[in-house]
């Protein structure tokens, strides 16, 4: 494997002379759609990022998409379920860099600002020969933007909002044919004194929220140099530091802060040909998180090679490999481990209708290999007119997760032992589009996937240590539209989308849980979105709605959260006009009608909250 | 737990009961107080501890009794249930301390604020003692422990706190006097409930765990590696006055009081077998029935001297509910059913 890796490193470098024109998205990313036919992949809009710059990925994920998001309070630790899986099932990917945490294995939403990164994808299902280790739910792709040839420009924006919200960003950059530079940086501060119902007191009386405040600053430095007309260096580094005071549960008394820091960087370098991409990729991922004082650190190291050639109309082939080191110093253990992956994707248009791909990984870690992970998908357009369109969309596919650090070395109860988890999936789905006064598109998937291994910490008489214990079985339709058109000098849009799970342990600890058809914990059955946009010239209003079903806190619990609907609305002009100076600014209202809910058991979520944003851009 | 204890107070409030001028009218019975209360402590994080009710004649289970009464959670880690007049006092490791009707289950006071890891509480000289670990320090030792003092028996603020050995368990109230199970520094310490000052502080074998009666006699359960000891206290000067050393090697603390001088211990081998085990003892013989019952999970214990059976609870990993076995005293399996979340402890009428 390493031989093939130096063997694309060094003997792959001469390549055509020709720049090829592709889409930056396409480049930079992970080329996901490309070549993971037949998989649900989804967009955040650009509208929503820019509504959500002062919030965190995890409440943007939890009102416009069918991801629940595990919210332990306002502003705390998000962590996802992605078809009802676990928070260690779903990878997050920083400009292609795996970012999730080594020793945890997963992200934190809620220390992953919104307004840090330009893009962001969803892939849903299990996608680990395209993907990699982690994404055994589902996929989280951020990336930044590289602009070329647009010269000078800056810009200010402030949030100001209910609970001491203040967020100060500022971005700078310039490019010209050659070089890009852009610089963000960003302040929030959120008091979180929102008041709450407090459960735990008798007499149930409303009480601020006293220990959950916020401050999170950041840095993020893009550059990209066209070296020659063929060779790109990219380089992005991306600083975020986060404290923050952790909401009690209700009854308890908060006593403990957190501080994360977390510096991210990734060089790529790019050499095209006519017809093919060769891209070396270096990164680091350095966290450092401390809890009340206990220290814990994990750092990443990345070096890859890929090499992406069209051999012919039908047919593309990319294949490339990736050392990756982990070292972790937590405050139990310190261990580090190397892996080495080789990755191969095909992709096959036998005819203007169908597209087929298909993907290969190989891997292995310090306590053992998957010698084999593939998956395989198609995308055919049944019908097509001038108007409308209908894609069936099928794929098979594989995910895995290896063990994390913790899992292996907490000293005590780190198993060594430990199996990764692993996960098929299946899917099928439909795309429909149509053209016309009112354009329409909807889609539906329906998915079914078995993961299995799942690895659970159990009691083991005075300290707990994990198992492959679990075996899960997901099932679930997933359902959205969007239509749009005009009315009068009016532009609108309504979108909405209904998710339904069926998540259930086939083998679990304990007799009750397993073979019980009951759901999994804090796994809805039910979710839906719906959004209404009106826009008549600069001026525009939106107005969005999410419902999530109820949830068992646990795996056999009589204990039922009972679902909520929240509400959020806003009002804005794209940009007054002042000389040469343009200044948007826009009024939200988040939980609209004030509805008292619960994420997860006992942690107060905030009621009605208003927020004006204003921003200057030279 | 002091369940045991309370189980020998309810039967000397029997006998004042029966003892009444029988022109009083006798007050009902209440829902709750008859049958088993089961505690279940819940889930670190969550606080879902709560109360389920076990109504054996009727086969009758009422689950999230307190939720259900109070219509609010019990929000709380429920660590102890603890009777004193006619109050029934659940005790939450996560901060706090409801107090309720035995009958109807409703709130009739609580202290709230001010506590870190209460383990138990009790009464004397019309004030309330709570046992406390005291806040962890940066790795996780409680080297500030105390015995919380609350002027009024119905709950409030906390008014000063006394400084105990680390790691307090169970209180046991005596007169004018609070004794404290001193768990990790092996402690009796003795507090003088009017002047609030710990008075004696005497060294005793293993960790103290629990105060038990038997035959009337005030006992206080402690645990080693190999061994478990038991020591007779002098109720009038607070010394031991004989100790019962017992080969019961990994007991975890938890006890269940039997017929006569019988005691029912959880063991645990622990990492990385993992083997749990209910071992039988005779306090006053001496005799180890070792691994009477063996099994893998056990969290709580409680013996119904009714009708001689015992009570297991398994907290299944913490991951769901955890179940109850039933044992007859011959060892005979019964029957199992499904309980809360973290099962760690039962409460006789």
């Known amino acids: 494997m390493l031989l093939g890796f130096v063997f694309l490193w060094l003997g792959l470098a001469p390549l055509q002379q020709d720049t090829v024109q592709m889409d930056a998205v396409e480049i930079y990313g992970q080329n996901l759609e490309r070549f993971s036919k037949g998989m649900k992949v989804s967009a955040v809009d650009d509208r929503d990022l820019e509504n959500y710059q002062s919030r965190s990925l995890g409440d943007l994920l939890q009102e416009t998409t069918p991801i629940f998001i595990r919210q332990y309070g306002a502003g705390m630790l998000a962590s996802p379920s992605v078809r009802g899986t676990s928070a260690g099932h779903t990878a997050v990917f920083w400009n292609g860099l795996p970012i999730n945490s080594p020793s945890l294995g997963q992200s934190d939403l809620s220390i992953l600002p919104v307004q840090a990164f330009d893009q962001a994808q969803v892939q849903y299902g299990s996608n680990g020969s395209f993907l990699g280790n982690e994404t055994i739910g589902g996929s989280i792709l951020l990336q930044s933007k590289a602009d070329f040839d647009k010269g000078f420009k800056a810009g200010i924006n402030t949030s100001v909002g209910s609970f001491g919200l203040f967020n100060l960003g500022l971005t700078a950059g310039y490019s010209n044919e050659k070089v890009s530079f852009k610089t963000k940086i960003y302040n929030l501060e959120v008091e979180n004194d929102f008041p709450f119902q407090d459960l735990g007191l008798p007499g149930t009386p409303e009480r601020n929220q006293d220990h959950a405040a916020l401050s999170q600053r950041g840095l993020v430095q893009d550059f990209s140099w066209n070296v020659k007309s063929n060779h790109q260096l990219r380089l992005s580094y991306w600083w975020n530091e986060t404290d923050r005071e952790i909401q009690p549960v209700m009854g308890s008394a908060g006593i403990d802060t957190q501080r994360d820091r977390n510096h991210r960087a990734v060089l790529d370098y790019f050499i095209f040909g006519q017809s093919s991409t060769l891209n070396f990729k270096a990164g680091g991922v350095f966290d450092q998180q401390e809890f009340n004082s206990n220290l814990n650190e994990t750092d990443q190291y990345f070096l890859s090679a890929d090499w992406e050639k069209t051999f012919s109309e039908k047919f593309t082939l990319k294949t490339g490999a990736r050392y990756s080191r982990a070292e972790g110093r937590l405050s139990t253990y310190t261990e580090s481990e190397n892996r080495f992956e080789a990755y191969q994707s095909l992709l096959f248009n036998p005819g203007q209708t169908l597209s087929l791909s298909a993907n290969f990984r190989e891997l292995s870690y310090s306590d053992g290999s998957l010698p084999f992970v593939p998956s395989f998908g198609l995308d055919w357009v049944m019908h097509q007119d001038n108007r409308s369109q209908l894609t069936l969309k099928s794929s098979l596919g594989r995910g895995y997760k290896i063990p994390t650090l913790n899992d292996r070395f907490w000293d005590p109860g780190g198993n060594p032992d430990l199996n990764p988890e692993r996960s098929n999936n299946a899917e099928l789905g439909f795309l429909y589009s149509r053209e016309g006064d009112i354009a329409f598109k909807a889609s539906t998937t329906y998915y079914h996937m078995l993961v299995d291994d799942w690895i659970i910490w159990l009691p083991q008489g005075s300290f707990w240590s994990p198992e492959n214990i679990r075996k899960v079985r997901n099932q679930g339709v997933e359902f959205d539209f969007g239509l749009d058109g005009e009315v009068g000098e009016f532009h609108w849009e309504f979108s909405g989308a209904y998710n339904w799970a069926k998540v259930v342990a086939l083998e679990d600890f304990g007799d009750e849980a397993a073979g019980s058809d009951r759901q999994l914990p804090y796994t809805p059955q039910h979710q839906a979105n719906a959004s209404l946009r009106v826009e008549r010239g600069k001026v525009f209003s939106y107005f969005q709605g999410f419902y999530t079903g109820q949830r068992s806190i646990s795996t056999s619990s009589s204990q039922i959260l009972l679902g909520y609907q929240l509400f959020n609305f806003g009002l804005g002009h794209k940009g007054i006009s002042i000389g040469s100076v343009s200044i948007p600014l826009s009024f939200q209202i988040n939980n609209l009608f004030n509805t008292d809910y619960q994420v997860l058991y006992l942690r107060a979520m905030p009621g009605i909250s208003y927020q004006l944003n204003t921003s200057i851009t030279l | ?349």
Request: contains cysteine; aromatic residues 12%.
């Open chain 2, 1 to 349: 737990m002091k369940l045991n204890r309370l189980f020998l107070l309810f039967l000397a409030f029997s006998v004042v009961i029966v003892s009444c001028d029988s022109n009083d009218p006798e007050e009902p019975i209440g829902q709750y107080e008859t049958g088993i209360l089961i505690m279940n402590e819940g889930a670190f994080g969550v606080n879902d501890g709560e109360v389920y009710h076990l109504n054996q004649r009727l086969d009758e289970l009422t689950q999230n009794v307190f939720e259900t009464v109070n219509a609010r959670p019990y929000a709380g880690l429920l660590e102890d249930i603890v009777w004193i007049d006619d109050r029934l006092y659940l005790v939450a490791n996560t901060g706090k301390v409801e107090i309720v009707d035995p009958g109807t289950f409703e709130s009739i006071g609580a202290v709230i604020g001010d506590l870190d890891l209460p383990r138990s509480t009790d009464i004397a000289a019309g004030k309330m003692f709570i046992s406390d670990y005291g806040p962890f320090d940066a790795n996780f030792a409680t080297p500030d422990s105390y015995v919380a003092v609350i002027n009024n028996v119905l709950g409030g603020t906390v008014r000063s706190k006394i400084p105990t050995s680390r790691k307090p368990e169970d209180l046991q109230a005596v007169g004018d006097f609070i004794l404290v199970a001193g768990a990790e520094e092996s402690k009796l310490e003795v507090i003088d409930a009017l002047s609030e000052q710990v008075t004696q502080s005497i060294d005793v074998l293993g960790n103290p765990r629990e105060f038990v009666f038997v035959n009337q006699a005030l006992w206080l359960y402690s645990t080693a590696a190999d061994e478990v000891y038991f020591h007779q206290i002098n109720t009038s000067n607070f010394s031991i006055q004989n100790t019962v050393t017992l080969p019961v090697a990994s007991a975890t603390g938890r006890i269940a009081l039997g017929n006569g001088t019988e005691a029912y211990l959880i063991t645990s081998s622990g990492f990385p077998d993992y083997i749990d085990g209910v071992d039988r003892v005779d306090i006053a013989s001496g005799t180890v029935d070792t691994d009477w019952i063996e099994g893998s999970g056990f969290y709580g214990i409680g013996f119904d001297r009714v009708n001689r059976e015992l009570y297991l609870a398994n907290a299944n990993g913490f991951q769901g509910n955890g179940d109850v076995s039933v044992y007859s005293d011959s060892g005979q399996f019964i029957e199992e059913f499904e309980v809360g979340r973290a099962p760690s402890g039962f409460f006789f009428y």
